[in-house]
C-alpha cells in the first residue's frame, strides 16, 4: 500500500514540477530579470512519512499535507548603476511575488487560500524567508516555496553565508546591517543583561517564541514576543522614544500602558515630557525592556544618593574646614575643596577604595551613619579619626535642618527608584547592592558577644571598613567578624582590620586581652597558617575590636563591590567533572582562579571567586553538592591559590 502511493506521490511531482518549469519558462517578465530559474521537486522518504504520522497522530497518508514539495530558486538580474545609486527595492523580492501570482493560477489546479504564508515580509526570528503557497491537484496538495538566491543561501546554510550576497553599500551605511535585525537585538541584550541565564532566557523567548507583529504610523512593522505592551514596543523603536513616552494610541484610539499588542494594530507613540513611571515594571513583559527600565530608575537611584552625599560632604567639610587644616598630616596648606569637590578626585588614589568623587557621593548618600562620613574625609585628609570624633561630641555638632530635610528628600527618591528597579526581579547580585540591600534581606550581621570572645569592659561596637580585611582569613559580608588593631596610643586613629571570627590574629589578639602573660608568637597551637605565607602583619600588641558589618541600608556598597573567598571541592573522578563544576561557579560568581588535583580515584578542585556576601557564597556552595559524583564543598579560611 505505501509503494503505491509513493508511486502516486512521485506522478503528481513530475507531472506538477513540469507544468510549473513550462509557465515561468514561458513568462516574459521573468525572461527579461532574472538570469536563473531553477525548479526543485521531492516526495517524503518512508521514515519522514512515519514520522510526521506519529506527530500528527494519523494513519492516513492523505492527511499529510507536505507530501509532494516544488521549490523556485530565482536569481534576478544585477541591478544597474542607476538604480544602485536610487537605492531601488530588491528586484529579486517582487519578482517572487510575480512568480507567486503565477504558480496560484497555473492550470487544472486549484490553490489553498488558507496556506499563504509570507514569510519575506515578516520574516522568521533566524531571518528566514521565503513564500509558501499549496496548490491541490487531483486530491493531492503540492507545497511550492519561492525564493531568491540569497534567501535560499540563509535558510540551508545559515546567515553567515549570506554576508556574501549583501552589497558594500549596505555594510557601510549602518543601521539594519546585514538585514539582521535578530542579530542587533542578541547584540542589545549582550551589553544590557548582566546575568547568563537572563542572556540565554531572552533568545529563547523574546526570539525563538511566538511574535505578534504591529505597524508604526509610517509603515515599519515591529516584530515582537507575543503578550508585548505598549510600553514594549515604544522601547522598541527606541530607547529615547520609550523613556519620553507619555502616552499611545491603538489604531488611533487611546490605550492603557498595559495594553497588550495584537497583530495588525497600528501603534502610535506619544512622546514629549514623560518619564518612566514605577508601575511600569509591572506593565512590561520583554527582559529587554525591563533591563533598560531597570537601568534608569537605577541611574536615578545613583542620581538621588549622590546629590545627598553631596549636600552631606559639603557641610561636613565647611564644619571642620579648621580642623581638617590644623590635624592633617597633609603638606600644608591644604586645598579643601568645599565649593567644588569635584576637586576631591586629586585626593581619592591609594586613600580610598573610590576611583572618582561621584562614587564617594554615592556611598555617602546610601549611609545613614555618621561614623562612616567621619572615617572617610579622616582617610582623605589625613587626620586622626579620634579628632572628628571628640570635635563633635565636644561641639554636639548637628547637621542642620535644612541639610537634613535636602537629604531626606533625596534618599527618598532613591528609595522610590530602587523599588521600582527591584519590580524587576531579576534576581542577580547586582539588583541587591544598587537598591541598597546589601544582599543580606536588610538584616545586620554582628558578631555575637558571648563569653567564648573575653572582650575587655569599655569595647565599642564599631562599624567594618571593606577596604581593611584581614588577607589571611578573606572575610566577605556578613561573616561573624572580630577587628585588631595596636593598642595604644599606636591606635589611635587607626582603623580596624577585619578577621573572620576563628582567625588566628585575633585569637591572639583575644587572648592577650583576656590574660596578662604574653603570648608567643611561635604558639603553634592557635597558629592555623603553618607552613603557608601569611600577608597580615599583626602589630607586636594589638587589642580585639567589636566589630558588625553596616546595616542594610548604610552599607553603602557599589556595583564593584566583591569579596574574595576560596571554595574547595572533593569529588570522585569523572569525564567533564571540572566543565560542570565551573559552570556552576560561574553562573553564581566570578571566577578568578582554578587549581586542581586528581588521584586514581578523587579529584580535589579549588576556586578562589568574587562573591557580594555570604549568601551568595553559600548559594555557590549549594550548587556545588548538587553536582554529580561531589562528596565534600568547604570554604577554606583565606587562601593556597593567591600564594
Known sequence: ELRKHQTKFRDTLDKSKEILQQTLESDPTLRDQATKIEVMGRTKELYSLWHKMETKETKDLDHIADVVALRVILT?????EEEMEKNVADRGVWLCYHVLGLVQHLPGFQPVPTRVKDYISFPKPNGYQSLHTALNLNGQVVEVQIRTAAMHQVAEYGMASHWAYTDSKKRTDGGDVYNTPWLSSIKEWQDDVVCSRDFVDCVRQELLGKRVFVFLRNGKILNLARGATVIDAAFQIHSE???????????????????????????????GKGTPQIDWMRYAK????????????????KESLREAGKILLHDFLQMHRELIQEASYLPQPIDIPVDDLQRMNNYLPGRTRYKEVDQLLVAIGKSHNRSFLRGIV??????PLSRFTEAEESKHAS????????????????????AAAKEAKLGSAIDAATNGEGGINGDAYTMPLNGDMNYSPGISLEVADPDHLCEDCLPIFGDDIVGTRPAGDAGIGITATVHRRGCPHAERALLRSSSAAPISSDDKTSNRFTNRQVNYKPHEAEVPVALKWPEADESHQDDDDFYLAEVVLVAADRKLLLADCSEAVSRCSEIVRTGST????????????QVKNVDELQTLMDELREIDSVMSVERRLGSELRR
Do not use: C, W
Request: no cysteine; hydrophobic share 40%; charged share 20%.
Open 598 to 609: 586528581t588521584t586514581n580515584e578523587h579529584a580535589i578542585l579549588e576556586f578562589l571567586v
Open 378 to 383: 579622616s582617610k582623605i585628609f589625613k587626620v
Open 399 to 418: 547637621i542642620l535642618e535644612s541639610v537634613t530635610s535636602a537629604v531626606l528628600r533625596s534618599r527618598s527618591i532613591a528609595r522610590d527608584a530602587a
Open 76 to 80: 534576478p538580474n544585477p541591478p544597474s
Open 241 to 271: 522614544v520609550g523613556l519620553a513616552m507619555h502616552g499611545a494610541e491603538i489604531n488611533g484610539k487611546p490605550v492603557p500602558f498595559a495594553y497588550e499588542l495584537q497583530n495588525g494594530d497600528v501603534v502610535s507613540i506619544l512622546t
Open 286 to 301: 520583554s527582559r529587554s525592556t525591563r533591563s533598560k527600565l531597570r537601568a534608569y530608575f537605577r541611574e536615578k537611584q
